[in-house]
């Protein structure tokens, strides 16, 4: 069973929105946390946005004002809305959860955004 798969990429013209969803299939526990990374052609997976069991999110500072990180703990899925997207966006998304008894990565999915 994966543990985690993503959905909502695509392409879109810069300025433009995307909504990403991650569901687990193991409920997401208090103290686990979940986040976003991201791999941009022929660079190295850097992460983007966390979201704790509490409600705490941290962003990268060059998505911070753009990307809202949330959870839907019901639904045991995380969503990553960005806005304003830039053709530095462009990448494959993946996104995680990793607590006390889980280090979960999802597939990943594209995301390009056209200048």
């Known amino acids: 069973q994966v543990p985690l798969v993503e959905s909502g990429g695509g392409l879109v013209q810069a300025g433009g929105s995307l909504r990403l969803s991650c569901t687990a299939s193991?409920?997401?526990?208090?103290?686990?946390?979940m986040g976003w990374f991201r791999r941009a052609p022929g660079q190295q997976r850097v992460w983007v946005a966390t979201?704790?069991?509490?409600?705490?999110?941290n962003y990268l500072d060059s998505v911070k004002d753009r990307f809202t990180i949330s959870i839907d703990n019901a639904k045991k899925t995380m969503f990553l809305q960005m806005n304003d997207l830039k053709p530095e966006d462009t990448a494959v998304y993946y996104c995680?959860?990793?607590?006390?008894?889980?280090?979960?990565w999802g597939q990943g999915i594209q995301v390009t955004v056209s200048s």
């Open positions: 193991d409920n997401i526990r208090g103290d686990d946390a």
């Open positions: 979201v704790t069991g509490n409600g705490f999110t």
């Open positions: 995680s959860a990793w607590g006390p008894s889980r280090d979960d």
